[in-house]
């Protein structure tokens, strides 16, 4: 990428602003997240300082904020409190491993399974009850428990069990309280699934694509893991449609981790997500935690050939979207949203600062707590770095512990010595247990991040598609940034 050649920038013409080259226009950004897509000639007068009062390009910089002394303060003062309103409250997500153990063998595993037998793995009732009454005493007003594993279906008396009694205790205390399940399904029965729906538990599941992905991928003793999970992807969304819930908001979601095996499928994948009837598809990329780790060659593969998968399986789905068909990607609806909706749609691991301790907090089926799953999959793998303390360590302790202050810090991008140069800095996160796994700090390195080169490509891509000006591709990407009702999961919350 080559950037047009500036005469001598002027200091006083435009406020702060950051840029780079994309899609053959020139990209500029500010701190309160607008942004402009210039031509070389734009960019060269803007950068010196030479657009005449009235005309339409100094209107539209005007308008945007990166004129200095046209600056509108009220306008972004609101940008930025619509951008960084989840700093006001605590954790929001808890995410609960009410034990280890798991039916399924995942070549990937970034949970750390544990075998059947292992029973000991399993979480009692006294630490679920504390893990409860923790989980109550966040000063969010909105609660999402999550329940995981292993996989949470093993030990479903425990899942009950905390369930009732978060009910009974919320009674009390009255927060807006939601559970959600991520499961693989294969234990799922009627029983289970008339509990789960009754109870008003979002369920979300794994698929890694095509049948013959996800069963070489994702392995049951018997059966086939793709077979069970798409069977009971249909019969839940068959339960909604019964109680009378929308389709098109209320269906199961599934997660797709992206294996050097995924690559060449983009199509394929995108195929099975639709057939089954999910409207997202997160094309997320393996992560170096748990089995992932020491499987590594078989599943990794150089980013920049995951970009090209990205940009493949996004454009098919563009197409898609053009002839009716409902299908987003979660990246870049994240995305979207901080860029053309103006808003933060406090997904935890693409925010400034990160969601570490103080937006989420991880269970162990022992009591210990970690200030994020990744950091809980860490200590699973011997390295204790995200701990943070158990049931009984007071919340005050645990949001003011050194880790969740010092992981603010570190994901603080105007602190970050990449990030606080970069374009993409207003809608862009970083992920300091991903630094400390791959690169021993949790500040990292950007330039050699795997993770930043995902962020920074997936964000060139979306800006190419809207600097390319097709109004109906456009109109489908600010269609992306919508989020879904789930009012129906939300439990009462009487006081
Ligand atoms: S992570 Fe990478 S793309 Fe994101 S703001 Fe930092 S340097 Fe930019
Ligand atoms: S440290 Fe990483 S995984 Fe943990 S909340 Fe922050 S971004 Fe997410």
Redesign the pocket.
């Known amino acids: 990428m080559k950037l047009v050649q500036i005469g001598r920038p002027s200091a006083t013409f435009a406020l702060p602003f950051k840029h780079r080259a994309v899609g053959g226009k020139v990209l500029i950004t500010n701190t309160e997240g607008n942004f402009l897509l210039l031509t070389d000639d734009e960019f060269k007068a803007f950068a010196e300082g030479t657009p005449a009062k009235g005309s339409e390009l100094y209107t539209r910089l005007a308008e945007r904020n990166f004129v200095r002394g046209a600056e509108n303060q009220e306008q972004m003062v609101a940008r930025l409190r619509a951008r960084k309103g989840f700093l006001s409250y605590g954790p929001n997500l808890h995410i609960v491993v009410v034990t280890l153990r798991c039916n399924e063998t995942c070549v990937y595993c970034h949970a750390s399974r544990a075998n059947m037998d292992a029973v000991h793995t399993d979480m009692t009732k006294e630490t679920a009850e504390r893990t409860v009454d923790k989980i109550l005493e966040t000063t969010n007003p909105n609660v999402t428990l999550e329940f995981q594993g292993g996989e949470p279906l093993v030990a479903f008396p425990i899942v009950q069990h905390i369930l009732e009694y978060a009910l009974e205790k919320n009674k009390k205390v009255g927060k807006q309280l939601e559970f959600t399940m991520v499961s693989n399904l294969s234990l799922m029965d009627e029983d289970k699934l008339r509990y789960l729906v009754e109870n008003k538990v979002q369920i979300c599941t794994s698929i890694d694509g095509p049948a013959h992905l996800h069963d070489k991928q994702r392995k049951l003793p018997k059966l086939s893991a793709h077979q069970a999970a798409t069977h009971w992807i249909r019969r839940i969304n068959e339960e909604y449609a019964r109680i009378g819930l929308d389709p098109n908001l209320y269906h199961v979601e599934a997660l797709l981790t992206t294996t050097r095996e995924t690559l060449p499928l983009w199509k394929d994948v995108v195929d099975t997500y639709v057939g089954l009837g999910c409207k997202a598809l997160f094309l997320r990329p393996v992560d170096p935690f748990g089995f992932a780790d020491r499987s590594g060659p078989k599943v990794e593969y150089p980013r920049r050939e995951y970009l090209e998968f990205y940009r493949s399986a996004v454009d098919y789905m563009l197409e898609l979207n053009k002839q009716g068909v409902q299908i987003l990607e979660r990246f870049a609806a994240i995305f979207l949203t901080k860029i053309l909706g103006g808003e933060d749609p406090n997904f935890?691991?693409?925010?400034n600062?990160?969601?570490?301790?103080i937006?989420?907090v991880a269970y162990n089926y022992d009591g210990s707590l970690f200030?994020?799953?990744?950091?809980r999959m860490l200590h699973e793998m011997g390295d204790s770095t995200?701990l943070i303390g158990d049931v009984d360590t007071s919340y005050r302790d645990l949001m003011g512990h050194e880790t969740v202050r010092a992981?603010a810090l570190?994901?603080n991008l105007e602190a970050q010595p990449d990030c606080v140069n970069c374009t993409y800095q207003p809608y862009c996160?970083?992920?300091?247990?991903?630094n400390h796994k791959t690169q021993g700090t949790l500040f990292g390195r950007m330039r050699e991040s795997t993770l930043c080169a995902v962020h920074k490509g997936i964000q060139d891509y979306l800006f190419e598609k809207i600097g390319a000006g097709d109004p109906e591709i456009v109109s489908i990407l600010q269609k992306w940034t919508t989020v879904r009702d789930r009012t129906h999961f939300l439990q009462s919350c009487a006081l």
């Open positions: 935890l691991d693409i925010r600062p990160c969601g570490a301790g937006g989420q200030t994020c799953d990744e950091g995200f992981l570190a994901s996160g970083v992920c300091p247990v991903h």
